[in-house]
Nanobody, 123 residues
């Protein structure tokens, strides 16, 4: 099992950057695919980015490609989401998730979820 705790959210101006972190507890973190999802006010939760267990492959939502980068440090049980050139439409609660499948441009079947961290991008 994984327990996930996100951090790094906050208020940033459009064009700025933030780095989200997700700390995982559990000895088997390195065996799990991991992902980031987000939910904006009044909208459904959507996939943002994912990374395979060994970091060998990543996937991104089209609208964040070239702006967001997902990475992981298995030695520290942590997954990151570096966000740059932020836009007001990136405003959402961002959730870390683990245990699912990573496709070419999606991730699903995540079994474990954090409680989320709020990112607000002002115009």
């Amino acid at each position: 099992q994984l327990q996930l705790v996100e951090s790094g959210g906050g208020l940033v101006q459009a064009g700025g950057s933030l780095r989200l972190s997700c700390a995982a507890s559990g000895r088997t973190f390195s065996s799990y695919n991991m992902g980031w999802f987000r939910q904006a006010p009044g909208k459904e939760r959507e996939f943002v980015a994912a990374i395979t267990w060994n970091g060998g492959r990543t996937a991104y939502l089209d609208s964040v490609k070239g702006r967001f980068t997902i990475s992981r440090d298995n030695a520290k049980n942590t997954v990151f989401l570096q966000m740059s050139s932020l836009k007001p439409e990136d405003t959402a609660v961002y959730y870390c998730a683990g245990g699912g499948t990573v496709g070419a441009d999606y991730a699903n079947g995540m079994a474990y979820w954090g409680k989320g961290t709020l990112v607000t991008v002002s115009s």
